[in-house]
């Protein structure tokens, strides 16, 4: 049996709605469920990237071409979930359902709905 891998996938970490979510998620877990849960970005280190990590949170940045093989290894290697936020993160979701067979849960922010 794997292991379980729970990902995160989030266009960015800088200050907004989704991110602040996110966050309050992961803060609201204790250390057990923490361990077993790494957050991608879309894009470079910002506003939240220090916060998620300093509650125990692998973080890893996808502007960065080394993180795309640590997200291919967590998808392909481990069991668990793959969380999708906003719009972007929703298509690379689609690969992994498709390929990979992961449950996939969608959660799409938008200030003007």
């Known amino acids: ?3 379980k891998k729970n990902i995160h996938i989030i266009t960015s970490l800088e200050s907004g ?3 602040k ?3 309050d998620y992961l803060s609201s877990l204790d250390s057990n469920q923490l361990n077993k849960i ?3 970005s879309l894009r470079s280190q910002d506003f939240y990237s220090k916060k998620i990590e300093c509650l125990g949170v692998n973080v890893f940045h996808l502007n960065e071409l080394r993180n795309w093989f640590y997200l291919i290894r967590s998808i ?3 069991d668990g979930y793959f969380k999708a936020w906003m719009y972007h ?3 690379l979701s689609i ?6 067979r992961r449950k996939v849960f969608w ?3 938008h200030g003007d709905i």
């Open 1 to 3: 049996m794997k292991s």
């Open 17 to 19: 709605g989704a991110q």
């Open 21 to 23: 979510v996110l966050f």
């Open 38 to 40: 790494e957050v991608y």
């Open 76 to 78: 392909f290697i481990f």
């Open 89 to 91: 993160p929703c298509f």
């Open 95 to 100: 690969l992994a359902r498709l390929s990979f």
């Open 107 to 109: 959660s799409i922010h």
